[in-house]
């Protein structure tokens, strides 16, 4: 008896370490204060767009976030000054990531993979090598498509480009074969997406002016197919980072006819899944995560006219109860009609008519805001950034109503194609002040007074004092209100 005690005294501990060894995390540092916020898996599949933790850093103070994952996942997280990326993590990896002054450097298991997608991909973008694909498209579209042409160009030009990187930091023991593997399928797959998107191009007769023949539009079609099914064959695909199947289904949905269009909403109209009607075409496991995924990034960007809220909300909860998108989305939509119904105090939104303000100067000189201290918050409906700031806004306002001679002033930064989505997310984030548009004449004056006559990068806080002049050109960002707060005591000298 005694030694079945000590065996199974033996055997806990040894389960003990082996389900300790196979915890997995990440340990977060900056050197500076920072929010980054975190998007876990959703349905046991990569996701990009909603957030699921925050981690407010604070200088040189270790953070451990551990994950509960099986096998392995791809993890985005986005810091408050814009930068995002993704992360590759395997059961049991502990990945350290460092922010410093800006720049991301990774340590502890196969940082160097990490460290290799973050600068070569998920910072440059997959745009960067649009012009890879492009050329070789070129190369071999002239009176007719040479496909084997491009496949063999895809195997001897754009896979190396990766591979041999991979294969090198594997040899030299930076990264674990396995991890070379997923790496080289989640690029590949990326590289699909891009491939998949060209056809399109050149089936749509939006590719080098060439017109596809009779023929080669069900070649191309072929094409992509083949393609898509190559793609399915990659293990855990929902797990990866890109999804070259996004785009297919609607390219797909396009070329059925009514009837079969008819076939696939089953009791369902055509209101209910709106422009996303194709991904009914998608395997089952694959449609809570299309449908999820893009109903979070509509409701987070007030896009209204896509589909039916409520009757996808009403589709997903009959058909796919268990999904992790449904508290999420339940959550947004009651978040957003709590909203709608709050009564907005118009006379704290002013808008102004951008057209007439050319300078800083000029906005100085506006009726209310003529002889204040002026607050600037420069912004665009399509900066998340800009809109993760206005998280803060509560301690922000009261913040700047302590300041009697002092004004809020939002600049967005984006066109007159956007006027009802603007004054929409004005009045959903609450943003009371001033408002306008900037004018092409007041960019050019913002780009060459702040940014040295380059792009204007956003989210960006000015302050203004009564006689128009540019106290400070660059305010802490809302989240880091402490320092913002002593800046403003400092600017405004009280």
Known sequence: MKYKIIVLLLLYVCLSIHIYSQNTSITFRSNSEITVRINKPIDNAYNFYAVTDRIDLKPNINIDYKLDIHNFCSVKCQYSNGYFFSVLLQEGDHLEIDNINNKIFFKGDNAAGNQYQVDNYCYKGLGTYYPLVESIFKKYITNKINFEGIDKEFQDS??????????????????????????????????????????????????????????????????????????????????????????????????????????????????????????????DIFKPILFGKNFV?????????????????????????????????????????????????????????????????????????????????????????????????????????????????????????ELANWKNQIEHYHLSGYHLMASKALYNDLSNTLYNKQSCYIPRYILINENGKIINDNLPRPETFEKLKEELRKDLGY
């Open 158 to 283: 754009i896979i190396p480009t990766y591979s041999t990187d991979l294969e090198k930091m594997k040899n030299e023991g930076k990264i674990t074969s396995r991890f070379a593997n997923l790496l080289s399928k989640n690029l590949n797959l990326a590289y699909i997406g891009i491939i998949i998107k060209h056809y399109m191009q050149v089936y749509r007769a939006k590719f080098q002016n060439y017109k596809p023949t009779n023929s080669d539009s069900i070649q191309i079609i072929k094409k992509i197919d083949e393609l898509y099914f190559q793609s399915l064959t990659n293990d855990n695909i929902l797990k990866f980072n890109f999804f070259p199947f996004q785009e297919y289904y609607p390219f797909k949905y396009k070329t059925l006819d009514s009837e079969s269009k008819k076939k696939l909403l089953g009791k369902y109209d055509t209101e209910t899944f709106g422009i996303y009607a194709g991904y009914l075409q998608a395997p």
């Open 297 to 417: 990034s509509n409701l987070q960007n007030m896009y209204t006219e896509y589909f039916d809220n409520d009757k996808l909300l009403k589709y997903l909860t009959e058909n796919f109860p268990n999904s992790e998108y449904l508290p999420i989305i339940t959550k947004m939509l009651e978040e957003q009609n709590r909203k709608v119904f709050e009564k907005t105090d118009q006379l704290k939104i002013k808008i102004l008519d951008g057209k007439k303000i050319n300078t800083l100067k000029e906005l100085s000189q506006i009726e209310g805001i003529k002889g204040k201290w002026i607050y600037i918050d420069l912004w665009s409906v399509y900066c998340m950034p800009c809109k993760l700031q206005f998280e803060y806004n509560n301690d922000l306002h009261k913040l700047l109503n302590k300041y009697e001679n002092l004004v809020s002033v939002y600049i967005t930064l984006d066109d007159e194609t």
